[in-house]
């Protein structure tokens, strides 16, 4: 059996738009190939109260990757004495990935935050930092096409907190569940202007 | 006596040399115990990438006990040959006399003055020109750092164009990095702190010129003045070179807190005029202004001699 760097862990992150606010949901499975390690490992985080970025892929460059972003932006934070916008905080990740143009973090991140005016803004890149805007939802992972279906056929424009988090929620447990590499449950966080609300799926835990 | 024993050594280094010629500074150590450092050797002839030193050791090290390895790092000297100190060095009284210095180079340099307006920023200087031959379009005195932020400087003028320079290639990459434009405050603080990595380096002089800084971002209109010693301030309003003195009395008693642009921009003018030798004309003052559209901008002599002509 050859394998595959990008399915050693098993991931599943998505992140949907609606209605001033966004979602971003991730599964919690750590597997190594076969074998699952943990089901509760942390793939989405906060860099700030308006911008979250979830990673999937290798889990060592996910939390290494992590630490280094966090690293960048409180640097940022205490130099000019605000938080990142999100499209900034994207094209900081973008050039931070490509900085390893031949040695690269194998990990495919999603951005997801609050812009000016209160506008979502999410976008995911490639693991050498291709980005990729959307308007709607962006999903990454060993369960990304399974996502991409369900996203399409469930997603709707507009959508308030709650129809939100119901969508990517049923969204991600139908896609993780098609998807041997990543489940037991889901980790959902919807933003809004005021509040932000973290939530644990129960799945099929497996 | 115990005899030295002298070794002969090969290693291998890999340094880029600047313009030391003919020596290489040497640092041994074995176990991590410095034996030697900053002893300075003439560069061997080098045999395929390696060179040859001799290096005299204390024999008390030949222990047979002791175990380990010597190792010989070769580092180039940095900067000029003899110059790897600071030349700005502190005074018994605890100023640094460089700066100062520098300081009175500026204070001999043309007459420049600043306004922050509560719609823009307004910057200005004399164009004094050593003679009537030379051509004055070719010659610019106040420079765009970025589309959003313009200086301008008293002192000595290629010092200018070198601090301009860097100031343009940090703007160009926060912008690459971040896609976002540099924020005023984040700009003049990288070329505060270039000037004052040339009060504490080795073999270079500090910086002749003070700058003033006019931006406009989304904290609205900023003026800031850079010093040769790398602080900077931010000003309302503020003036910089031979009449400095009379400047700032007359900005003090003329500033307002609401001026608009255009009120700050007929007070330069006769800020200007106050320490001004000779005619005043659009052909030996520079003003740039940047205002609400967030784009700066020199104006043209023809402008200028409309504002001159509004102010008589």
């Not at chain 2, 291998?12 to 034996?35: G, K, N, P, Q």
């Not at chain 2, 640094?96 to 719609?119: D, F, P, R």
Request: glycine share 6%; aromatic share 10%; net charge neutral.
């Amino acid at each position: 059996m050859a394998m595959q760097i990008f399915e050693y862990n098993g991931s599943a992150v998505v992140a949907m738009v609606g209605k001033n606010c966004f979602a971003i949901a991730s599964d919690r499975r750590l597997g190594v190939q076969l074998q699952t390690i943990a089901t509760d490992f942390q793939r989405i985080s906060k860099i700030h109260d308006r911008v979250f970025i979830g990673l999937s892929g290798l889990a060592t460059d996910v939390q290494t990757l992590y630490q280094r972003l966090v690293f960048r932006h409180k640097l940022y934070q205490l130099r000019e004495e605000r938080d990142m916008k999100p499209e900034t905080f994207a094209s900081l990740v973008s050039a931070i990935l490509y900085e390893k143009r031949f040695g690269p973090y194998l990990c495919q991140p999603v951005i997801a935050g609050l812009g000016e005016d209160d506008k979502p803004f999410i976008c995911t890149m490639d693991s050498i930092g291709a980005k990729e805007l959307a308007k709607d939802f962006v999903v990454s992972g060993t369960a990304s096409e399974s996502l991409y279906g369900a996203c399409e056929a469930m997603y709707k424009p507009d959508m308030e907190a709650e129809e939100l988090f119901e969508t990517i929620s049923q969204a991600l447990l139908s896609s993780v569940d098609r998807d041997c590499l990543s489940g037991w449950g889901g980790h959902v966080y919807v933003v809004t202007p005021t509040e932000i609300k973290e939530r644990i799926l129960k799945g099929r835990m497996d | 006596m115990e005899s030295d024993h002298v070794m002969m050594m090969r290693t291998t280094a890999t340094f880029r040399t600047r313009s030391c010629d003919d020596c290489v500074r040497v640092r041994a150590s074995l176990r991590r115990e410095l034996l030697c450092a900053n002893s300075f050797y003439k560069k061997s002839k080098a045999v395929n990438f390696h060179y040859f030193l001799r290096l005299s050791l204390p024999s008390s090290l030949f222990d047979p006990y002791i175990e380990g390895f010597f190792e010989v790092s070769l580092r180039c000297a940095m900067g000029d040959s003899q110059y790897s100190f600071s030349l700005t060095t502190f005074s018994p009284s605890g100023k640094l006399v460089q700066i100062e210095h520098a300081l009175t180079a500026v204070g001999s340099g043309q007459t420049s003055l600043g306004i922050k307006a509560s719609n823009g920023v307004v910057i200005a200087t004399e164009k004094k020109l050593p003679s009537i031959l030379v051509d004055e379009a070719s010659v610019q005195k106040i420079q765009h750092l970025t589309p959003n932020i313009g200086v301008v400087y008293s002192g000595m003028g290629p010092d200018f164009r070198v601090l301009v320079r860097k100031s343009r290639k940090q703007a160009e990459q926060y912008n690459r990095l971040y896609k976002e434009p540099i924020p005023v405050t984040q700009l003049v603080r990288e070329t505060a702190t270039v000037m004052q990595e040339f009060t504490q380096s080795g073999g270079v002089r500090p910086f002749g010129v003070s700058l003033l800084v006019a931006g406009y971002d989304d904290k609205g209109p900023q003026l800031y003045q850079v010093d040769p010693s790398g602080s900077y301030f931010s000003w309302k309003a503020s003036a910089m070179g031979k009449n400095v003195s009379n400047a700032k009395t007359f900005l003090e008693k003329r500033y307002t807190e609401d001026m608009e642009l255009d009120d700050a921009i007929h007070t330069a003018i006769l800020t200007l005029k106050e320490g001004f030798e000779g005619e005043i004309s659009s052909k030996n003052i520079e003003i740039g202004k940047i205002g609400a559209d967030k784009v700066f901008r020199v104006l043209t002599p023809a402008e200028i001699d409309d504002y001159l002509a509004e102010v008589e």
